[in-house]
């Protein structure tokens, strides 16, 4: 490399990662922190789609409704920390 290319090389790395840094500190708050920490009550939600391979299990049905009681009792217990995981 010639030395008019290592010349511009180092500041131009310099001025390229103060820019990344600088972006990525700077900007709008996250909606999702600022719904948390209005109670949560902004929060609604999601339907998740389970995709399997093969042929249908038997007991698929049992499964999906085990797993949305588990998913039903994670969300009610955690509902009420949701402010002190921001803090």
Do not use: F
């Amino acid at each position: 490399m010639s030395k008019s290319k290592k010349k511009w090389l180092v500041p131009l790395t310099l001025l390229l990662s103060a820019s990344m840094l600088l972006s990525a500190c700077g900007g709008k708050k996250d909606e999702a922190n600022e719904s948390a920490s209005n109670g949560g009550s902004a929060a609604k939600p999601v339907e998740l789609i389970w995709y399997t391979v093969g042929p249908p299990q038997k007991d698929l049905d049992k499964v999906e409704a085990e797993i949305n009681k588990y998913t039903a009792e994670k969300n009610r217990r955690n509902r009420g920390h949701e402010n002190d995981r921001l803090r």
